[in-house]
């Protein structure tokens, strides 16, 4: 079983819908993050958190929110979603380090998002 | 600004030659390196990385170069497989207070004909 899920796996809403996107993780990390990847350019962070009820806008959290409600569930919501918002996202999850070692982050196999 | 750079969008080798894949990058707090291999339909999946304080990191058939004067690091692959095939990302660091921040380059696709 994957250790980083991601639901649902493709995507296609309509422009002013709102929509969810559902990660949870099996590894037993307390820092998870939301990425989105357009084409021809590398991932960018929309949103991350270090624990539970702990919330952090990334690089592009603009027209996004994110619920932190258990350790395992990161989900990630579009309040009204417009075209170009249509993008692969992908859920990460990493576990603190000593000593101010990098961490190794673990991505989910991504959401396909297609905002009409 | 882009502060992580894969100047090469693609790059194609024959089976058993070496792939070399190139990174550049410009913020001079960048001191940890990591290399990731994405498939189609899949998350990107750790590779290999390297400090600062290293400049050469190997595993198996996957060696990453560091070279800080120039702000540059290179993948090599030998010798390259099929199954290698996939976009390769570039990603920087500063370790400490910000270790949990990765930036991304664009991504290179490499494509390991047989």
């Known amino acids: 079983d994957a250790d980083v899920t991601q639901t649902p796996r493709n995507r296609i809403t309509k422009t002013g819908k709102r929509i969810m996107l559902e990660c949870s993780q099996t590894?037993?990390?307390?820092?998870m993050y939301w990425y989105r990847q357009d084409p021809g350019l590398g991932l960018r962070l929309i949103y991350y958190?270090?624990?539970?009820?702990?919330?952090n806008k990334g690089e592009i959290s603009d027209g996004y929110s994110v619920s932190r409600q258990a350790q395992a569930k990161f989900s990630l919501s579009l309040e009204s979603a417009i075209p170009n918002q249509t993008a692969l996202y992908f859920c990460?999850?990493?576990?603190?380090?000593?000593?101010?070692?990098?961490?190794?982050?673990?991505f989910g196999p991504g959401t396909r998002l297609l905002v009409l | 600004d882009q502060q992580v750079k894969q100047n090469s969008p693609s790059l194609s080798v024959q089976e058993g030659r070496i792939s070399i894949l190139n990174c550049d990058y410009t913020?001079?707090?960048?001191?940890?390196f990591l290399w990731y291999k994405k498939y189609p339909a899949e998350g990107p999946t750790f590779l290999i990385s390297?400090?600062?304080?290293?400049d050469k990191n190997e595993d198996g058939r996957f060696t990453v170069f560091l070279n800080k004067s120039a702000k540059h690091l290179s993948l090599h692959i030998v010798p390259s497989q099929p199954g290698d095939s996939a976009v390769y990302f570039c990603?920087?660091?500063?370790?400490?207070?910000?270790?949990?921040?990765?930036?991304f380059g664009k991504g290179t696709l490499l494509t390991v004909n047989p």
């Open positions: 990460a999850t990493s576990d603190l380090t000593s000593g101010g070692a990098v961490e190794t982050q673990y």
């Open positions: 590894k037993g990390h307390d820092r």
């Open positions: 990603a920087a660091s500063e370790s400490g207070g910000s270790n949990y921040k990765l930036t």
């Open positions: 913020n001079s707090m960048f001191d940890y």
């Open positions: 390297i400090s600062s304080i290293k």
């Open positions: 958190s270090f624990d539970v009820k702990d919330i």
